[in-house]
């Protein structure tokens, strides 16, 4: 029996729920440092530039590293990267409580430590969201991002009040402790978890190669390139109100720690109200709309910050600004998750952080000059701008609505066996595929072997072309290559159920009373002095 799916619906997965109870404590802890570094740097370095550099040095990791952690989420278990990834921020963090203690700390070394907090984000958040889907089934997916967006934003919403109150007592070095303890919760449950992985057949792909990989899937897939500008136009803009709030809070008649905390705390409870009604909200607009009304409600938001004049008109705009920020990105990861099969998912996840996380360290750093430069209003104003610019760019590129396709394995195609003994690394391999179309069949079929160029370069083919005999207008060739053997075998096992449409509607219309002919081929040297087999011409495979 199917249970039907709702908003609490991933909690009947006894794995997710203790991650995600694990996941509040460490949020909270990060949250606390985020509180006690902002306020740290307000006192040692108090310019608006550096304040705001404090947020880029967390994001600016993962728009730098998140592809080759991408790539290392999908090729290695997803389980060891993430807790390897929490051991060394666990690290980090120590270093930077004991400096802080003793005095050490300056205002470039905070930045350091910070980054390198951003590092171990940037290697855990990859392997962390690809692994939600082996949580929960598909139909939770949605409702599983958006738990998570719930996850953080509750400990949002007490956690910079409770950091406000830890830096006002017991000063920044006590936030970065909390913080250190609490990895060790998550660290404990991801130890337990019992992560099933499929016996590997083929040897791992190299880390540049799979990195190669990731961007060409996404470069061939338009629309996920949409949700990536999206993305990162909206972290550029969103960004400037967290990055900017230690000075708003600081200069406000009743200004410090405490005030900065409570205000993140309101963003918090904007971003959890958000969170629950994003499944709402989903079912009643399309996804460009709820991008549109982000970025509309986000200007709002800024411009409420920047002439309120006082903590009850900055905290409106902080709920606002909560509640667009989940709607926002909670929908962009979703559209990416659901678009996007498991092979590649943590690299098409990697991309979409680097893009967000890009537009966030840049938005930063802009936002934080032009503030310096010319007041923390007119920085805000200017972004409002921007923003509503941005929600315009959906009238020529929208985004698409969530994918119901299906992205499971096809595992329909077998190795074939061969005349030769290929290894793995033989190649490169030259493809060749003959159809037989009817002539009033001839525009479908242009039509389907257009979107089938797409799947075979975006899995990997290179080269690909489509030749017509000019003596026999009814004969077809398609073509295409791949590196090595190995890379064959793999560009075959990515197929999807989806992808099987397009390539059985071009099956049906091949009018031989044979399938397609295909002619696997090594290409070989002409000089017979160069190594590997001495053949001067292509070898047949069958």
């Known amino acids: 029996m199917v249970l039907p799916s709702s908003p609490l619906s991933p909690f009947r997965s006894p794995v997710f729920r203790a991650v995600w109870f694990a996941s509040l404590a460490s949020n909270l802890g990060g949250l606390i440092q985020s509180v006690g570094a902002a306020w740290l740097m307000t006192s040692i370095a108090p310019s608006a530039d550096m304040i705001a550099l404090v947020q880029a040095s967390t994001t600016l990791p993962v728009m730098i590293f998140s592809l080759a952690s991408g790539a290392v989420a999908d090729n290695f278990n997803r389980k060891r990267v993430m807790m390897t990834a929490q051991a060394f921020m666990l690290v980090v963090s120590l270093f930077l409580a004991l400096f802080t203690y003793f005095g050490w700390i300056t205002p470039w070394m905070l930045l350091g430590f910070t980054f390198l907090i951003g590092c171990g984000t940037a290697l855990n958040n990859p392997s962390w969201q690809a692994s939600v889907g082996e949580m929960v089934p598909r139909s939770d997916l949605p409702h599983a991002v958006a738990l998570n967006s719930v996850n953080f934003n509750l400990t949002r919403s007490v956690g910079p009040a409770i950091g ?145 004049g006082n903590e009850a008109f900055v905290a409106l705009g902080m709920l606002i600004g909560g509640a667009c920020w989940v709607l926002a990105l909670s929908m962009f990861n979703v559209t990416v998750q659901l678009a996007t099969p498991r092979w590649v998912l943590g690299r098409a996840l990697a991309l979409y952080q680097t893009a967000t996380f890009g537009g966030m360290a840049l938005g930063s750093w802009t936002w934080g000059l032009v503030a310096e430069s010319h007041g923390i209003s007119v920085a805000l104003i200017s972004a409002a701008a921007v923003m509503l610019a941005s929600a315009a760019v959906g009238l020529s590129l929208p985004l698409p609505n969530l994918s119901r396709d299906n992205l499971e394995p096809l595992n329909r195609w077998k190795v074939p066996s061969l005349a030769l003994d290929l290894q793995g690394r033989s190649g490169p391999m030259a493809i060749m595929i003959e159809h037989i179309i009817p002539e009033n069949y001839t525009e479908r079929f242009l039509s389907l072997m257009h979107e089938r160029r797409r799947i075979i370069r975006r899995d990997g083919g290179r080269n690909w072309e489509l030749l017509r005999d000019t003596q026999h207008p009814e004969q077809w060739i398609e073509t295409y290559h791949v590196p090595t053997w190995n890379d064959y075998v793999r560009h075959n096992q990515r197929r999807t159920q989806a992808d099987a449409i397009i390539y059985d509607a071009v099956r049906a219309l091949h009018a031989g009373s044979e399938p397609p002919k295909v002619h696997r081929m090594v290409v070989r040297p002409t000089d017979p002095r160069e190594p590997g087999l001495q053949t001067k011409t292509p070898v047949d495979l069958g």
Do not use: H
């Open 164 to 308: 406000g109150i830890i830096v006002a007592s017991a000063g920044a070095v006590a936030a970065f402790a909390v913080n250190a303890l609490s990895y060790l919760p998550l660290l404990f449950v991801i130890s337990r978890w019992k992560l099933e992985t499929p016996p590997r057949t083929l040897p791992r792909e190299t880390l540049l190669s799979a990195m190669f990989s990731g961007l060409r899937y996404v470069a061939m897939s338009p629309q996920i390139e949409k949700v990536l500008l999206r993305g990162f136009l909206f972290g550029f803009t969103a960004i400037i109100v967290l990055a900017l709030l230690p000075i708003v809070a600081r200069d406000l008649p009743n200004g410090g720690p405490l005030l900065y905390g409570l205000l993140l705390g309101c963003y918090g409870i904007g971003a959890v109200g958000g969170a629950f009604l994003g499944g709402k909200v989903r079912q009643m607009t399309s996804n460009e709309n709820i991008a549109r009304g982000s970025f509309v409600g986000f200007a709002v938001s800024a411009t409420l910050i920047a002439y309120g």
